[in-house]
């Protein structure tokens, strides 16, 4: 572990507080390249007390990088660009000598930066090469201030990635964040993962439907049946995807499994899932007690009854459309992109 004197440690504690409160800028999806290799830059020559890969050295890496990649990079994905500084000074002209930042769409930044990033610390021979396979694993533990920056990166650049991704989902009917779950999952490619998720999607967007004509057409246990056929197969598929591999079946049972998982969602729907057991306790009522124990109270009975149905399908309705929206939106946290590396200190 490297040894700093009072006054440069107060200096490097002082900059790691920037560093960790550091924001990001994927404004109109463009990404600031020459801003993020200055401060990769700094944090190297502060961390290891030695010359580190200068500014252009680094863009050039990324270039050739993407050159590289252009086989796995969508046809429509810009290459790296100029823009002009706004409000340049002379003191940023180490930084942005011909008063101009390279910068990335985030389409490209997507497929490459983790080989960018992993190929920058094999520029460095006093590289960590124990830490694991993660791109962002290579500076050693004491180096702080980098391990700082990169866990930073990775954490926002994944973050607006997914709310990209679940505000795509909206409109393409699937969560790519799902789509790379299932195919890592079950080993297959993701053409077929895709379709597969699309083909369930569209199962639930039918069923929703066929719900609402059973209610329709007042013929509420038709709808309570489905609605209850189709929340179960939604808890059945998260309890699935979080690595039970055969859930219990019977729906009380069933709810119960599914709130076991509750520190493995992201957003965990409490107030939904109470909801959707209470509306079980209804939708037994509708199912099982239509019909009267006495026949001369058969019609009163059923009467009554089907009243109770009415809003019992009704309701379920309305729990079916919040559970599909809820998957839709955990479904982008499927696949996992957090990395657990060891930490180093200052002191």
């Not at 190929?119 to 391990?147: C, F, H, M, Q």
């Not at 007042?218 to 059945?236: C, H, T, V, W």
């Not at 009415?310 to 839709?328: I, N, T, Y």
Request: aromatic share 12%; charged share 30%; net charge negative.
């Amino acid at each position: 572990m490297t040894m700093y004197s009072k006054e440069v440690l107060d200096e490097i504690e002082a900059y790691a507080r920037y560093l960790q409160e550091l924001e990001f800028d994927f404004t109109d999806g463009i990404f600031n390249v020459t801003w993020f290799c200055g401060h990769l830059f700094q944090c190297l020559a502060s961390d290891r007390k030695r010359q580190p890969p200068f500014v252009p050295e680094m863009e050039h890496l990324l270039e050739d990088v993407i050159e590289r990649s252009s086989s796995i990079l969508p046809k429509d994905a810009p290459k790296l660009g100029k823009t002009p500084v706004i409000d340049w000074t002379p003191d940023l002209a180490e930084l942005y000598p011909d008063k101009q930042a390279t910068i990335i769409h985030v389409k490209t930044l997507l497929y490459v930066h983790d080989k960018w990033i992993s190929e920058l610390g094999k520029l460095l021979p006093d590289r960590a090469t124990d830490r694991g396979p993660a791109y962002i694993s290579w500076p050693r533990d004491d180096w702080v201030l980098t391990n700082i920056l990169l866990n930073r990166f990775h954490t926002q650049f994944w973050s607006m990635i997914r709310e990209i991704d679940v505000k795509a989902s909206k409109q393409s009917g699937y969560s790519n964040f799902e789509v790379w779950f299932y195919a890592r999952k079950e080993g297959e490619d993701l053409d077929t993962a895709r379709s597969r998720i699309e083909s369930r999607n569209a199962g639930f967007l039918a069923a929703m439907n066929r719900a609402k004509q059973a209610l329709e057409a007042d013929f509420p246990l038709e709808a309570i049946a489905i609605e209850e056929s189709l929340i179960s197969a939604i808890l059945y598929h998260f309890v699935v995807a979080m690595g039970q591999d055969r859930p219990p079946e019977l729906f009380g049972r069933l709810i119960s499994e599914f709130r076991s998982k509750a520190d493995a969602a992201q957003r965990y729907p409490v107030d939904l899932i109470d909801r959707i057991d209470a509306w079980r306790l209804k939708r037994n009522e509708a199912l099982h007690r239509f019909v009267a124990i006495r026949p001369d109270k058969i019609k009163k009975g059923q009467d009554a009854f089907l009243d109770e149905a009415r809003d019992a399908g009704r309701a379920g309705h309305r729990l079916c459309r919040e559970l599909v929206d809820w998957l839709r939106y955990e479904a982008a946290f499927f696949f996992k992109v957090d990395f657990e590396l060891p930490g180093g200190t200052l002191r």
